[in-house]
Protein backbone atom coordinates (compact mmCIF):
# COMPACT_ATOMS: atom_id res chain seq x y z
CA UNK A 1 0.00 0.00 0.00
CA UNK A 2 1.35 3.36 -0.99
CA UNK A 3 -0.45 6.40 0.52
CA UNK A 4 -0.50 10.13 -0.60
CA UNK A 5 -0.42 12.59 1.79
CA UNK A 6 -2.14 16.06 0.90
CA UNK A 7 0.18 18.74 -0.18
CA UNK A 8 2.12 20.70 2.65
CA UNK A 9 4.40 23.14 0.70
CA UNK A 10 6.30 26.25 2.17
CA UNK A 11 3.67 28.36 2.56
CA UNK A 12 2.11 26.24 5.09
CA UNK A 13 5.04 25.56 6.58
CA UNK A 14 5.66 28.54 7.20
CA UNK A 15 2.06 29.98 8.50
CA UNK A 16 2.26 26.75 11.06
CA UNK A 17 5.80 28.02 12.10
CA UNK A 18 3.88 31.02 12.44
CA UNK A 19 1.12 29.85 14.26
CA UNK A 20 2.93 27.96 16.75
CA UNK A 21 5.88 30.94 17.66
CA UNK A 22 2.97 32.79 18.55
CA UNK A 23 1.45 30.64 20.72
CA UNK A 24 4.74 30.07 22.08
CA UNK A 25 5.51 33.75 22.57
CA UNK A 26 2.28 33.81 24.55
CA UNK A 27 3.93 31.95 27.46
CA UNK A 28 1.23 29.11 27.28
CA UNK A 29 3.48 26.42 26.52
CA UNK A 30 6.01 27.26 30.23
CA UNK A 31 4.24 26.69 32.88
CA UNK A 32 5.14 23.22 34.68
CA UNK A 33 1.00 22.78 34.82
CA UNK A 34 1.40 22.95 31.39
CA UNK A 35 4.32 20.89 30.40
CA UNK A 36 2.83 18.09 33.49
CA UNK A 37 -0.74 18.00 31.34
CA UNK A 38 0.76 17.26 28.13
CA UNK A 39 3.27 14.19 29.01
CA UNK A 40 0.10 12.90 31.32
CA UNK A 41 -1.62 13.21 28.24
CA UNK A 42 1.12 11.65 26.19
CA UNK A 43 1.29 8.73 28.59
CA UNK A 44 -2.75 8.33 28.01
CA UNK A 45 -2.56 8.12 24.55
CA UNK A 46 -0.11 5.22 24.69
CA UNK A 47 -2.25 3.22 27.49
CA UNK A 48 -5.18 4.19 25.97
CA UNK A 49 -4.28 2.84 22.51
CA UNK A 50 -1.98 -0.22 22.86
CA UNK A 51 -4.44 -2.28 20.87
CA UNK A 52 -4.21 -0.09 17.75
CA UNK A 53 -0.71 0.83 17.97
CA UNK A 54 0.21 -2.90 18.29
CA UNK A 55 -2.67 -3.44 14.76
CA UNK A 56 -0.62 -0.79 13.04
CA UNK A 57 3.10 -2.21 14.05
CA UNK A 58 2.19 -5.39 13.18
CA UNK A 59 0.78 -3.86 9.51
CA UNK A 60 4.04 -1.97 9.20
CA UNK A 61 6.74 -4.28 10.84
CA UNK A 62 5.55 -7.40 11.73
CA UNK A 63 6.66 -6.32 15.10
CA UNK A 64 4.90 -8.85 17.81
CA UNK A 65 2.42 -7.09 20.09
CA UNK A 66 4.71 -8.64 23.60
CA UNK A 67 7.93 -6.27 21.75
CA UNK A 68 5.44 -3.90 20.77
CA UNK A 69 3.98 -3.60 24.65
CA UNK A 70 7.66 -3.70 25.57
CA UNK A 71 10.09 -1.44 23.23
CA UNK A 72 7.45 1.23 22.04
CA UNK A 73 4.95 1.55 24.52
CA UNK A 74 6.13 0.72 27.85
CA UNK A 75 9.72 2.20 27.26
CA UNK A 76 8.18 5.48 26.28
CA UNK A 77 6.25 5.63 29.46
CA UNK A 78 9.38 4.93 31.46
CA UNK A 79 10.46 8.24 30.15
CA UNK A 80 7.33 10.35 30.46
CA UNK A 81 7.48 9.12 34.24
CA UNK A 82 10.60 10.26 34.82
CA UNK A 83 9.44 13.63 33.67
CA UNK A 84 6.33 13.54 35.68
CA UNK A 85 8.34 12.40 38.74
CA UNK A 86 11.26 14.58 38.39
CA UNK A 87 10.83 17.31 36.15
CA UNK A 88 9.45 20.02 38.80
CA UNK A 89 13.34 19.20 40.47
CA UNK A 90 14.79 19.51 37.20
CA UNK A 91 13.74 23.08 36.89
CA UNK A 92 14.69 24.82 39.48
CA UNK A 93 16.93 27.46 39.25
CA UNK A 94 20.46 26.25 39.64
CA UNK A 95 22.64 29.30 42.17
CA UNK A 96 26.27 29.11 41.01
CA UNK A 97 28.63 30.42 43.15
CA UNK A 98 30.06 33.97 42.05
CA UNK A 99 33.19 34.46 44.26
CA UNK A 100 35.59 36.34 41.64
CA UNK A 101 37.14 39.42 43.23
CA UNK A 102 36.49 41.97 40.22
CA UNK A 103 32.66 41.66 41.22
CA UNK A 104 31.03 44.01 44.25
CA UNK A 105 29.92 42.19 47.56
CA UNK A 106 26.67 40.58 47.08
CA UNK A 107 26.48 39.28 43.32
CA UNK A 108 24.80 36.15 42.57
CA UNK A 109 24.25 34.21 39.76
CA UNK A 110 22.24 31.19 38.88
CA UNK A 111 21.15 29.35 36.09
CA UNK A 112 17.83 28.51 34.68
CA UNK A 113 16.16 26.18 32.11
CA UNK A 114 14.80 28.28 29.59
CA UNK A 115 12.67 26.67 26.71
CA UNK A 116 14.05 27.07 22.92
CA UNK A 117 10.60 27.59 21.09
CA UNK A 118 9.50 25.70 18.36
CA UNK A 119 11.36 22.08 17.79
CA UNK A 120 11.23 19.69 15.05
CA UNK A 121 11.03 16.50 15.80
CA UNK A 122 11.97 14.19 12.59
CA UNK A 123 11.65 10.56 13.32
CA UNK A 124 12.31 7.17 11.75
CA UNK A 125 10.67 3.93 11.28
CA UNK A 126 11.96 1.18 12.80
CA UNK A 127 10.61 1.99 16.52
CA UNK A 128 8.15 4.80 15.03
CA UNK A 129 6.46 5.37 18.55
CA UNK A 130 9.27 5.48 20.83
CA UNK A 131 11.66 6.86 18.48
CA UNK A 132 8.93 10.02 18.10
CA UNK A 133 7.60 10.15 21.30
CA UNK A 134 10.49 10.14 23.35
CA UNK A 135 12.40 13.58 22.05
CA UNK A 136 8.87 14.76 21.56
CA UNK A 137 8.32 14.03 25.32
CA UNK A 138 11.33 15.69 25.74
CA UNK A 139 10.56 18.96 23.96
CA UNK A 140 6.95 19.19 25.58
CA UNK A 141 9.10 18.69 29.22
CA UNK A 142 11.49 21.90 28.43
CA UNK A 143 8.12 23.91 27.66
CA UNK A 144 8.45 24.06 23.70
CA UNK A 145 6.03 24.17 21.24
CA UNK A 146 6.68 21.35 18.56
CA UNK A 147 5.89 20.09 14.86
CA UNK A 148 6.33 16.39 14.94
CA UNK A 149 7.00 14.68 11.23
CA UNK A 150 6.50 10.73 11.59
CA UNK A 151 8.30 8.68 9.31
CA UNK A 152 6.12 7.68 6.30
CA UNK A 153 7.90 4.68 5.74
CA UNK A 154 6.27 3.13 8.94
CA UNK A 155 3.01 4.15 7.43
CA UNK A 156 0.10 2.67 9.34
CA UNK A 157 1.46 3.96 12.63
CA UNK A 158 2.55 7.53 10.80
CA UNK A 159 -1.85 7.46 10.12
CA UNK A 160 -2.19 6.59 13.48
CA UNK A 161 -0.03 9.03 15.56
CA UNK A 162 -2.01 12.00 13.03
CA UNK A 163 -5.09 10.81 13.76
CA UNK A 164 -4.02 10.45 17.98
CA UNK A 165 -1.95 12.73 18.84
CA UNK A 166 -4.14 15.74 17.92
CA UNK A 167 -6.70 14.43 20.10
CA UNK A 168 -4.43 14.02 22.65
CA UNK A 169 -2.38 17.10 23.24
CA UNK A 170 -2.78 20.83 23.07
CA UNK A 171 -3.49 21.53 18.82
CA UNK A 172 -2.50 25.24 19.53
CA UNK A 173 0.92 23.75 20.41
CA UNK A 174 1.44 20.58 18.92
CA UNK A 175 1.34 19.52 15.17
CA UNK A 176 1.80 16.53 13.07
CA UNK A 177 2.77 17.06 10.01
CA UNK A 178 2.62 13.52 7.59
CA UNK A 179 4.38 13.16 4.28
CA UNK A 180 8.15 12.48 3.03
CA UNK A 181 10.49 14.15 1.32
CA UNK A 182 8.60 16.99 0.03
CA UNK A 183 6.76 18.34 3.33
CA UNK A 184 10.16 17.23 4.95
CA UNK A 185 11.60 19.68 2.59
CA UNK A 186 9.05 22.37 3.41
CA UNK A 187 9.43 21.80 6.94
CA UNK A 188 13.47 22.11 7.10
CA UNK A 189 13.46 25.74 5.11
CA UNK A 190 11.48 27.34 8.34
CA UNK A 191 13.41 29.01 11.13
CA UNK A 192 12.73 26.37 14.17
CA UNK A 193 14.62 26.54 17.26
CA UNK A 194 16.09 23.16 17.68
CA UNK A 195 15.65 20.52 15.06
CA UNK A 196 15.91 16.58 16.44
CA UNK A 197 16.13 14.01 13.55
CA UNK A 198 16.61 10.30 13.57
CA UNK A 199 17.54 8.36 10.79
CA UNK A 200 20.72 8.02 8.34
CA UNK A 201 23.86 10.14 7.73
CA UNK A 202 22.90 11.04 4.25
CA UNK A 203 19.95 12.79 5.19
CA UNK A 204 21.04 13.65 8.52
CA UNK A 205 23.49 16.08 6.03
CA UNK A 206 20.67 17.49 4.54
CA UNK A 207 19.02 18.66 8.14
CA UNK A 208 22.43 20.30 9.72
CA UNK A 209 22.65 22.12 5.73
CA UNK A 210 18.88 23.32 6.27
CA UNK A 211 19.46 24.02 9.75
CA UNK A 212 22.83 25.93 9.15
CA UNK A 213 20.84 28.66 7.16
CA UNK A 214 18.79 29.59 10.30
CA UNK A 215 21.56 28.89 13.02
CA UNK A 216 19.75 25.85 14.45
CA UNK A 217 20.98 23.34 16.45
CA UNK A 218 20.42 19.94 15.60
CA UNK A 219 20.86 16.42 17.02
CA UNK A 220 21.15 14.15 14.97
CA UNK A 221 20.43 10.24 16.23
CA UNK A 222 22.22 8.48 13.40
CA UNK A 223 23.47 4.83 13.03
CA UNK A 224 26.61 2.86 12.08
CA UNK A 225 28.59 -0.35 12.44
CA UNK A 226 28.29 -1.14 15.84
CA UNK A 227 30.87 -4.53 16.38
CA UNK A 228 30.89 -6.90 19.18
CA UNK A 229 34.05 -8.19 20.46
CA UNK A 230 33.73 -11.45 21.95
CA UNK A 231 36.96 -12.75 24.17
CA UNK A 232 37.95 -15.96 24.44
CA UNK A 233 37.07 -18.42 27.67
CA UNK A 234 33.65 -16.25 27.95
CA UNK A 235 30.43 -18.15 28.47
CA UNK A 236 29.36 -18.69 24.76
CA UNK A 237 25.73 -20.36 25.33
CA UNK A 238 24.90 -17.42 27.02
CA UNK A 239 26.88 -14.64 24.78
CA UNK A 240 24.71 -16.07 21.91
CA UNK A 241 21.71 -15.71 23.57
CA UNK A 242 22.47 -11.82 24.12
CA UNK A 243 23.77 -11.19 21.12
CA UNK A 244 20.80 -13.22 18.80
CA UNK A 245 18.38 -12.27 20.91
CA UNK A 246 19.28 -8.16 20.39
CA UNK A 247 20.37 -8.76 16.48
CA UNK A 248 17.36 -10.58 15.25
CA UNK A 249 14.63 -8.96 17.86
CA UNK A 250 12.76 -6.04 15.11
CA UNK A 251 14.37 -8.62 11.96
CA UNK A 252 18.02 -6.26 12.72
CA UNK A 253 16.38 -2.58 12.40
CA UNK A 254 17.89 -1.96 15.38
CA UNK A 255 20.16 1.41 15.22
CA UNK A 256 22.41 0.01 18.06
CA UNK A 257 21.74 -3.61 16.71
CA UNK A 258 25.04 -5.32 17.33
CA UNK A 259 26.52 -5.01 13.61
CA UNK A 260 29.63 -7.39 13.43
CA UNK A 261 31.14 -9.85 15.75
CA UNK A 262 34.87 -9.72 15.49
CA UNK A 263 36.58 -12.63 18.10
CA UNK A 264 39.34 -15.65 17.81
CA UNK A 265 39.15 -18.31 14.88
CA UNK A 266 38.40 -21.11 17.83
CA UNK A 267 35.12 -18.71 19.47
CA UNK A 268 33.74 -17.84 16.03
CA UNK A 269 33.30 -21.70 15.03
CA UNK A 270 32.07 -22.20 18.96
CA UNK A 271 29.47 -18.74 18.88
CA UNK A 272 27.98 -19.78 15.38
CA UNK A 273 27.01 -23.27 17.09
CA UNK A 274 25.79 -21.54 19.65
CA UNK A 275 23.78 -18.94 17.64
CA UNK A 276 22.20 -21.40 15.67
CA UNK A 277 20.52 -23.43 18.76
CA UNK A 278 19.14 -19.92 20.65
CA UNK A 279 17.49 -18.88 17.05
CA UNK A 280 15.85 -22.17 16.83
CA UNK A 281 14.97 -21.70 20.39
CA UNK A 282 14.30 -18.02 20.06
CA UNK A 283 11.95 -18.64 16.39
CA UNK A 284 11.29 -22.71 15.88
CA UNK A 285 12.78 -24.53 13.03
CA UNK A 286 11.05 -22.00 10.30
CA UNK A 287 11.50 -18.43 11.54
CA UNK A 288 9.38 -17.33 8.47
CA UNK A 289 6.46 -18.97 10.35
CA UNK A 290 7.02 -17.50 13.72
CA UNK A 291 4.81 -15.04 15.46
CA UNK A 292 7.59 -12.92 16.71
CA UNK A 293 9.87 -12.77 13.91
CA UNK A 294 9.92 -9.13 12.19
CA UNK A 295 10.01 -8.38 8.38
CA UNK A 296 12.03 -5.74 6.73
CA UNK A 297 10.41 -2.40 5.87
CA UNK A 298 10.14 -1.72 2.60
CA UNK A 299 11.43 -3.76 -0.86
CA UNK A 300 14.43 -1.11 -1.29
CA UNK A 301 16.06 -2.66 2.06
CA UNK A 302 15.26 -6.16 1.30
CA UNK A 303 17.01 -5.62 -2.02
CA UNK A 304 19.74 -3.88 -0.24
CA UNK A 305 20.23 -6.56 2.03
CA UNK A 306 20.01 -9.96 0.06
CA UNK A 307 22.72 -8.23 -2.42
CA UNK A 308 24.70 -7.92 1.21
CA UNK A 309 23.83 -11.97 1.63
CA UNK A 310 26.80 -13.20 -0.82
CA UNK A 311 29.55 -11.81 1.48
CA UNK A 312 31.81 -14.71 3.53
CA UNK A 313 30.02 -18.43 3.54
CA UNK A 314 26.46 -18.93 4.98
CA UNK A 315 27.21 -20.57 8.65
CA UNK A 316 23.18 -19.69 9.45
CA UNK A 317 20.30 -18.63 7.64
CA UNK A 318 20.53 -16.86 4.44
CA UNK A 319 16.76 -17.58 3.31
CA UNK A 320 14.50 -14.72 2.13
CA UNK A 321 11.06 -14.69 0.62
CA UNK A 322 10.56 -10.66 -1.39
CA UNK A 323 6.73 -11.63 -1.49
CA UNK A 324 7.20 -11.36 2.29
CA UNK A 325 10.43 -9.21 2.78
CA UNK A 326 11.66 -12.09 4.69
CA UNK A 327 15.34 -12.66 5.26
CA UNK A 328 16.19 -14.89 8.12
CA UNK A 329 17.86 -14.95 10.96
CA UNK A 330 21.85 -15.58 8.94
CA UNK A 331 25.57 -15.60 10.38
CA UNK A 332 27.99 -15.49 7.79
CA UNK A 333 31.19 -16.66 8.28
CA UNK A 334 34.64 -16.29 6.87
CA UNK A 335 33.94 -12.52 6.11
CA UNK A 336 37.27 -10.24 4.67
CA UNK A 337 36.92 -6.64 5.11
CA UNK A 338 36.62 -5.10 1.88
CA UNK A 339 33.08 -7.32 1.28
CA UNK A 340 30.00 -5.94 0.69
CA UNK A 341 28.32 -6.54 4.47
CA UNK A 342 31.62 -4.76 5.90
CA UNK A 343 31.35 -1.59 3.97
CA UNK A 344 27.97 0.01 5.36
CA UNK A 345 25.78 -0.31 8.23
CA UNK A 346 23.78 -3.53 8.44
CA UNK A 347 20.45 -2.50 9.58
CA UNK A 348 19.29 -6.05 8.88
CA UNK A 349 19.04 -9.88 10.04
CA UNK A 350 22.52 -10.37 8.67
CA UNK A 351 25.48 -10.88 11.09
CA UNK A 352 28.74 -11.12 9.87
CA UNK A 353 31.74 -12.86 12.04
CA UNK A 354 35.16 -11.65 11.19
CA UNK A 355 38.10 -13.04 13.21
CA UNK A 356 41.15 -11.15 14.98
CA UNK A 357 44.26 -12.76 16.24
CA UNK A 358 43.80 -10.64 19.98
CA UNK A 359 42.43 -7.14 21.43
CA UNK A 360 45.09 -4.70 20.00
CA UNK A 361 43.97 -6.09 16.09
CA UNK A 362 40.17 -5.30 17.74
CA UNK A 363 40.64 -1.87 18.52
CA UNK A 364 42.40 -0.87 15.73
CA UNK A 365 39.79 -2.90 13.71
CA UNK A 366 37.31 -0.52 14.69
CA UNK A 367 39.50 2.70 15.01
CA UNK A 368 40.55 2.28 11.47
CA UNK A 369 36.20 2.60 10.81
CA UNK A 370 33.40 5.36 11.56
CA UNK A 371 32.81 5.58 14.75
CA UNK A 372 30.28 3.67 16.11
CA UNK A 373 27.14 4.47 17.97
CA UNK A 374 27.89 1.26 20.43
CA UNK A 375 30.55 -0.50 21.60
CA UNK A 376 29.96 -4.08 22.63
CA UNK A 377 31.98 -6.54 24.42
CA UNK A 378 31.55 -9.89 26.51
CA UNK A 379 34.75 -10.15 28.61
CA UNK A 380 35.84 -10.89 32.16
CA UNK A 381 39.05 -8.94 31.87
CA UNK A 382 39.37 -5.97 33.19
CA UNK A 383 42.27 -5.17 31.28
CA UNK A 384 40.25 -5.66 28.42
CA UNK A 385 37.53 -3.15 29.69
CA UNK A 386 39.52 -1.17 30.02
CA UNK A 387 41.07 -1.29 26.95
CA UNK A 388 37.91 -0.88 25.35
CA UNK A 389 36.69 2.13 26.82
CA UNK A 390 39.84 3.93 26.54
CA UNK A 391 41.00 3.46 23.33
CA UNK A 392 37.94 3.26 21.23
CA UNK A 393 35.59 6.29 20.51
CA UNK A 394 31.70 5.25 20.02
CA UNK A 395 28.34 6.45 21.43
CA UNK A 396 27.86 4.10 24.27
CA UNK A 397 30.52 0.67 25.79
CA UNK A 398 28.30 -1.63 26.66
CA UNK A 399 29.46 -5.19 28.42
CA UNK A 400 26.99 -7.85 28.57
CA UNK A 401 23.79 -7.18 27.20
CA UNK A 402 23.51 -5.17 23.95
CA UNK A 403 21.05 -2.57 22.95
CA UNK A 404 19.74 -2.36 26.71
CA UNK A 405 21.56 0.83 27.73
CA UNK A 406 19.19 2.70 25.50
CA UNK A 407 16.34 1.55 27.82
CA UNK A 408 17.41 3.70 30.71
CA UNK A 409 16.37 7.05 30.93
CA UNK A 410 19.49 8.35 33.16
CA UNK A 411 22.15 7.62 30.59
CA UNK A 412 22.40 10.04 27.69
CA UNK A 413 21.62 8.35 24.46
CA UNK A 414 23.25 10.02 21.10
CA UNK A 415 26.42 9.00 18.80
CA UNK A 416 29.75 10.66 18.38
CA UNK A 417 31.18 11.40 14.58
CA UNK A 418 29.34 9.82 12.21
CA UNK A 419 26.99 8.31 14.75
CA UNK A 420 25.62 11.66 15.14
CA UNK A 421 25.71 14.43 17.68
CA UNK A 422 23.96 15.59 20.64
CA UNK A 423 22.01 13.27 23.24
CA UNK A 424 18.58 12.63 24.97
CA UNK A 425 16.58 10.30 27.27
CA UNK A 426 15.49 11.41 30.95
CA UNK A 427 17.00 15.10 32.30
CA UNK A 428 19.46 15.15 28.86
CA UNK A 429 16.30 15.55 26.76
CA UNK A 430 15.30 18.32 28.86
CA UNK A 431 18.56 19.95 28.27
CA UNK A 432 18.85 19.40 24.61
CA UNK A 433 15.89 21.16 23.88
CA UNK A 434 16.37 24.35 26.36
CA UNK A 435 18.69 26.28 26.76
CA UNK A 436 20.55 27.08 29.81
CA UNK A 437 20.39 30.76 30.31
CA UNK A 438 22.64 33.20 33.07
CA UNK A 439 20.90 34.98 35.43
CA UNK A 440 23.39 37.68 36.92
CA UNK A 441 22.57 40.12 39.61
CA UNK A 442 25.17 43.00 40.63
CA UNK A 443 23.77 45.35 43.52
CA UNK A 444 23.77 49.08 42.70
CA UNK A 445 25.82 50.50 45.80
P1 LIG B 1 15.56 7.24 7.34
O1 LIG B 1 14.32 7.35 8.13
O2 LIG B 1 16.83 7.66 7.95
O3 LIG B 1 15.46 7.99 5.96
C1 LIG B 1 14.35 8.02 5.30
C2 LIG B 1 13.65 9.30 5.69
O4 LIG B 1 14.38 10.38 5.19
C3 LIG B 1 12.27 9.37 5.15
O5 LIG B 1 11.40 9.79 6.18
C4 LIG B 1 12.37 10.40 4.04
O6 LIG B 1 11.21 11.17 3.94
C5 LIG B 1 13.51 11.26 4.52
N1 LIG B 1 14.25 11.82 3.40
C6 LIG B 1 14.79 11.14 2.38
N2 LIG B 1 15.37 12.00 1.51
C7 LIG B 1 15.19 13.24 2.03
C8 LIG B 1 15.53 14.55 1.60
N3 LIG B 1 16.18 14.76 0.46
N4 LIG B 1 15.17 15.58 2.37
C9 LIG B 1 14.51 15.40 3.53
N5 LIG B 1 14.15 14.18 3.98
C10 LIG B 1 14.48 13.12 3.24
O7 LIG B 1 15.58 5.77 6.85
P2 LIG B 1 16.70 4.76 6.87
O8 LIG B 1 17.96 5.23 6.29
O9 LIG B 1 16.09 3.56 6.31
O10 LIG B 1 16.91 4.59 8.47
C11 LIG B 1 17.84 3.79 8.97
C12 LIG B 1 18.95 4.60 9.61
O11 LIG B 1 18.47 5.31 10.73
C13 LIG B 1 20.03 3.72 10.11
O12 LIG B 1 21.27 4.31 9.83
C14 LIG B 1 19.79 3.69 11.58
O13 LIG B 1 20.92 3.35 12.36
C15 LIG B 1 19.32 5.06 11.83
N6 LIG B 1 18.60 5.13 13.10
C16 LIG B 1 19.16 5.73 14.15
C17 LIG B 1 18.52 5.74 15.38
C18 LIG B 1 19.10 6.39 16.60
O14 LIG B 1 18.38 6.54 17.58
N7 LIG B 1 20.36 6.79 16.59
C19 LIG B 1 17.27 5.14 15.48
C20 LIG B 1 16.72 4.54 14.37
C21 LIG B 1 17.38 4.54 13.17
Redesign the pocket.
Known sequence: MTTTWPDFTETDAAALVTRLRKVHRSGRTKPLAWRRAQLTQLRALLTDNRKDIADALWADLHKSPNEVDIAEINLTILEIDDYLEHLEEWLAPQPAEVDVPHLPEGTTAHTEFDPLGVALVLS????PIY?LLTPVAGALAAGNAVVIKP???AEQTSALLARLIPAYLDTDAVAVVEG??AP??AL?AQNFDHIFY???GT?GR?VMRAAAEHLTPVTL????KSPVFVDRDTDIAAVAERIASTKFSNAGQI?VAPDYVLTDPETAQALTTALAQVVQELYGDDPQTSGTYGRIINER?FDRLTALLGSGRTALGGQSDRTEKYIAPTVLLDVQPDEPVMQE?I?GPILPILTVADLTEAIDFINDRDKP?AVYAFTDNDTTRTRLITETSSGAVNFGLPVFHLTVPTLPFG?VGES?MGNYHGRYSLETFSHRKTVFNVPLN
Request: charged share 10%; aromatic share 10%; glycine share 20%.
Open positions: AWNYLSELGVTTLTGNVIELGGCHEFLGG
